[in-house]
């Protein structure tokens, strides 16, 4: 069963950069899409960036030109590059299969605030 674990999060202010990492267990990492999700306590889990088997890339509106998604095949690794980060950005954040059909990780908590 394929699982995941998130890292990266943590406390930055208003324009600031975070980069997350997940990475996930199991041999078929390569051959599915990955997506970041995000989560806050008053907001359903919203798909914020995607990233395709053969280096295809989509993202939200919301934080369209700011957050930049990446893959490392051989290490299992997605990635979420998160530039000059916005208060509403705070939220946890997780990685998934696209759609979500494995267990949620831990995510990890980013807070944007001054």
């Known amino acids: 069963q394929m699982q995941f674990v998130e890292s990266g999060g943590g406390l930055v202010q208003p324009g600031g950069s975070l980069r997350l990492s997940c990475t996930a267990s199991?041999?078929?990492?390569?051959?599915?899409?990955m997506a970041w999700y995000r989560q806050t306590p008053n907001s359903p889990r919203e798909s914020v960036a995607r990233s395709g088997t053969a280096g295809s890339t989509k993202y939200a509106d919301s934080v369209l030109g700011r957050f930049t998604i990446s893959r490392d095949n051989a290490k299992n690794t997605v990635y979420l590059q998160m530039n000059n980060l916005k208060p509403n950005d705070t939220a946890v954040y997780y990685c998934?299969?696209?759609?979500?059909?494995?267990?949620w990780g831990p995510g990890t908590q980013v807070t944007v605030s001054s």
């Open positions: 199991g041999s078929i990492f390569r051959f599915i899409e």
């Open positions: 998934n299969m696209v759609p979500p059909k494995r267990p």
